[in-house]
């Protein structure tokens, strides 16, 4: 009983903050809509600010809230034993709905940029917000011929496994940075503008945002905290490995 008990133990732990990084990022999600609608005129596609407001709540959604779920699948208790190929299903299908959200949301401050003549890549935010997109693309195509099409070898999945881990991580937290250099700059360019009230002030949508950006960070950790404290489980011992199913291994 003892035993049964210490094992429920790790599973708990990992369900409470699971269930932590879930409310947080669905507060997230909301603050997002709710600041474009409230301070800035809600949602459309035709080229105005309205059109620019899908990019905020398009990017958090996928590069943070989506693709943060998405890398700790793996740390589900469910996942550690038995075969992977479903985990690994769900975790490309996460992942790519992610991806192509994110690509929506470059496209939306694309267009904006285009029809008010507002040079394009010009901020710190729009360097590390595409370099994050684009590892993300080149993440997800080599995750994929990697782990679920059947001609890597084992051993070239077990060498590129680290490398895969590090920089899925690495997206992430590209991810929250691009994300927090955002929240700042929009705050900058739509307070301190004409007839605005200035940002040093902290009027109710600088208050607002700044509260944002520590939802953000606060997800954020969870997920790492997550990552660290959870260790993931392989299928099958390392010497029988070899001889899994291509589909079935650890990827």
């Known amino acids: 009983m003892e ?8 599973a708990a732990r990992f369900y409470l903050l699971y269930s932590w990084s879930l409310l947080l990022g669905f507060i997230c999600v909301l603050s997002v809509v709710y600041w474009s609608y409230k301070w800035h005129g809600g949602f459309a596609w035709d080229g105005t600010l309205q059109h620019f407001n899908w990019h905020p709540v398009l990017m958090v ?3 943070v809230i989506l693709y943060g779920n998405a890398i700790i699948i793996y740390r589900i208790p469910s996942s550690q034993s038995g075969s992977k190929l479903p985990w690994k299903i769900l975790h490309a299908g996460v992942t790519l709905v992610a991806l192509l959200m994110s690509v929506v949301g470059l496209v939306a401050v694309f267009m ?14 729009s360097w590390v917000g595409l370099s994050a997109v684009i590892l993300f693309a080149c993440q997800w195509l080599s995750g994929f011929m990697s782990f679920l099409l059947p001609f890597a070898p084992p051993w070239f999945r077990r060498l590129y496994k680290p490398i895969h ?24 360019f739509s ?3 004409k007839n605005s009230t ?12 700044n509260v944002l950006g520590m939802l ?5 950790f969870t997920v790492m905290w997550i990552l660290n404290s959870v260790q993931r489980q392989p299928s099958v011992p390392e010497h029988t490995e070899d001889r899994q199913p291509l589909l079935e291994g650890d990827d």
């Open 198 to 209: 200035s940002y040093s002030l902290l009027p109710p949508e600088g208050q607002f945002a």
């Open 191 to 193: 307070l301190n503008g």
């Open 61 to 63: 959604t996928s590069l």
């Open 3 to 10: 035993q049964k008990m210490a094992k429920m133990r790790p």
């Open 165 to 188: 881990v590090y920089y899925g991580m690495a997206i992430f937290i590209l991810s929250l940075a691009a994300s927090f250099i955002g929240i700042n700059e929009k705050l900058i």
């Open 216 to 220: 953000l960070m606060g997800f954020g």
């Open 112 to 125: 904006f940029h285009a029809q008010s003549k507002i040079p394009h890549l010009y901020s710190l935010h």
